[in-house]
């Protein structure tokens, strides 16, 4: 596609349950990245992904939070037994490759727990 | 962690001046990027300069790099109501993940018609 792809844009959920978030990556980007951001501060790093593989994801927080890109295309971020603090936007970014070029984002998927 | 920081925190300017934010940040790097937000949603990338750049300009914008000062600023020129959004940078270090840009807390631009 034209642009890096979120969905859904908003979810609400209800502490404890379970929240799958989706990217779909500008077509041809092999890595692709997971940036979660709060309110009045910058993204934080959650993971990236070099194809199909997590070449790192030292920036998730507790083993609540998985991702998976089992094509090398789409990914979908899964976030187990929700908590109010995981109310944030999660970004979702592209590129061609890690080094030497910018990250094309999306619009990003606002997650509030209540 | 965040490594970078911005300031300063908020700018506001009228139509036509010139805005300068900074960077500073704490490890060496291969390259820094400043991206612009709107409205808390997604961030467009402006400009990457590499640690063996020391300025470089993409249409209004110029970016400087100061890397025995590990400090990088963002010149917007001409300054339209349109600029209106945070600014922020953000580092890729050395010795750290590729693909791990660390950003930092951005700068509130507003620019008064």
């Known amino acids: 596609g034209a642009g890096v792809s979120q969905t859904p844009s908003n979810k609400v959920t209800e502490k404890g349950k379970y929240v799958e978030l989706r990217c779909d990556p500008i077509?041809?980007?092999?890595?692709l990245y997971w940036y979660r951001q709060s309110l009045g501060q910058g993204p934080e790093f959650l993971i990236y992904f070099q194809g199909t593989g997590a070449a790192d994801d030292s920036g998730l927080p507790n083993d609540r939070f998985f991702a998976v890109r089992p094509e090398g295309s789409v990914s979908t971020l899964k976030i187990q037994r929700t908590e109010r603090g995981d109310s944030a936007v999660y970004l979702c970014?592209?590129?061609?490759?890690?080094?030497?070029?910018?990250?094309?984002f999306g619009s990003g998927t606002r997650l509030t727990v209540v | 962690s965040q490594q970078g920081e911005e300031d300063p925190q908020a700018l506001s300017i009228q139509e036509g001046e010139n805005a300068t934010m900074n960077c500073s940040y704490k490890t060496s790097i291969n390259n820094l990027q400043w991206y612009r937000q709107n409205s808390g949603r997604g961030l467009v990338h402006l400009i990457l300069i590499r640690s063996n750049e020391r300025e470089k300009h993409s249409g209004r914008l110029r970016v400087t790099l100061d890397t025995s000062k590990k400090s990088s600023s963002l010149l917007i020129t001409a300054s339209r109501a349109a600029d209106t959004a945070s600014y922020f940078c953000a580092t890729d270090a050395i010795g750290g993940s590729q693909g791990n840009l660390i950003f930092g807390k951005g700068t509130k631009l507003s620019v008064k018609p």
């Open positions: 077509s041809g980007h092999t890595a």
């Open positions: 970014a592209s590129s061609l490759s890690t080094t030497g070029s910018g990250y094309t």
